[in-house]
């Protein structure tokens, strides 16, 4: 992948921190990120082939889900992406004080 946020880094971890595949409400929920912002993540994530994704096979209302793992290049890819943002410091934020 040409750039890995932090907030990638932080969809990479959850799901590899997950004791089984993760679809995409469990990543909101495990990360506090938006929806705007992990599903787009995934997406290159998936055409990057750091993740692997398959339908879920249970039973539940609604439309199907995706469950989301972490291939073996993606294993290698948050390694390299988590150190690199670990030596890189945070931006200081753009927020404004009151």
Do not use: C, F, N
Not at 51 to 65: F, I, K, Q, S, Y
């Amino acid at each position: 992948m040409q750039r890995v946020t932090r907030q990638t880094v932080a969809v990479l971890q959850a799901i590899a921190a997950a004791d089984a595949p993760l679809w995409g409400l469990s990543i909101i929920e495990s990360t506090g990120l938006p929806s705007g912002t992990v599903y787009p993540a995934l997406a290159r994530l998936l055409d990057a082939g750091w993740l692997e994704a398959h339908d879920d096979p249970g039973e539940h209302a609604g439309a199907p889900r995706q469950l989301y793992a972490l291939t073996p290049e993606g294993a290698e890819g948050l390694r390299a992406a988590a150190a690199k943002l670990a030596a890189t410091p945070a931006r200081p934020s753009r927020a404004r004080p009151r």
